[in-house]
């Protein structure tokens, strides 16, 4: 049993910021990979990045390389998305989830209840 809360979403301008946080508790011991997904109305739910928790090893997509920056705190159980030059197409909920260091939703078990990320232009 793992229970994921996310929070730090917000309205924010274009090229401007915003740092998401993910906090874990419950089995967190038997941890392989945290990665964040979002999902903006009527699409499908899309693989953000993911980091490997054992030594951090971080993957991103393509739309958000070189702008998001994922890390984590192991001591507080807390993954964190860093937004850097934001985009209105990054307006979405983000979503947390535990399971495997994958791009795909289906390899992860458990997901917080999403956060709302509104960029204006």
């Known amino acids: 049993q793992v229970q994921l809360v996310e929070s730090g979403g917000g309205l924010v301008q274009a090229g401007g910021s915003l740092r998401l946080s993910c906090a874990a508790s419950?089995?967190?011991?038997?941890?392989?990979?945290m990665g964040w997904f979002r999902q903006a109305p009527g699409k499908e739910r899309e693989f953000v990045g993911v980091?490997?928790?054992?030594?951090?090893?971080?993957y991103y997509a393509n739309s958000v390389k070189g702008r998001f920056t994922i890390s984590k705190d192991n001591a507080k159980n807390t993954m964190y998305l860093q937004m850097n030059s934001l985009k209105p197409e990054d307006t979405a909920v983000y979503y947390c989830?535990?399971?495997?260091?994958?791009?795909?939703?289906?390899?992860?078990?458990?997901w917080g209840q999403g956060t709302q990320v509104t960029v204006s232009s």
């Open positions: 419950g089995r967190t011991f038997s941890r392989y990979a």
């Open positions: 989830a535990d399971g495997l260091y994958s791009t795909s939703p289906s390899d992860y078990d458990y």
């Open positions: 980091i490997r928790w054992s030594e951090g090893s971080t």
